[in-house]
């Protein structure tokens, strides 16, 4: 059974920083794309950032420059260091994980969700 755990959210300041992370069980962790999503109430979910098995990465543009995401085959786990938070950073973060085996097959696994909220 696929189940991933986040963990580290939490209040922050204005410009402070949060370390998120995501542990991972029950697949076969290096084969997957993780990613990070976050929603915010009355919002549609959002990509943060992806990183592949092999450590390419791809940002949203609220995000770039601010935030990294890293990943650790070996421990299974994700992670997402968040610098210079905003405001409107404030969400619920989510971890994902995704493989497409075949043009029919997808799989897609999400995290409970986290709470990060940045005070102004």
């Known amino acids: 059974q696929v189940q991933l755990v986040e963990s580290g959210g939490g209040l922050v300041q204005f410009g402070g920083s949060l370390r998120l992370s995501c542990a991972g069980s029950?697949?076969?962790?290096?084969?997957?794309?993780m990613g990070w999503y976050r929603q915010a109430p009355g919002k549609q979910r959002e990509l943060v950032a992806s990183?592949?098995?092999?450590?390419?990465?791809n940002y949203g543009d609220s995000v770039k420059g601010r935030f990294t995401i890293s990943r650790d085959n070996a421990e299974a786990a994700m992670y997402l260091q968040m610098n210079s938070l905003k405001p409107e950073d404030t969400a619920v973060y989510y971890c994902?994980?995704?493989?497409?085996?075949?043009?029919?097959?997808?799989?897609?696994?999400w995290g409970q969700g986290t709470q990060v909220t940045v005070s102004s």
């Open positions: 994902n994980a995704k493989r497409q085996r075949s043009f029919s097959t997808i799989e897609n696994y």
């Open positions: 990183i592949t098995g092999n450590g390419n990465t």
């Open positions: 029950g697949y076969i962790f290096s084969a997957y794309v």
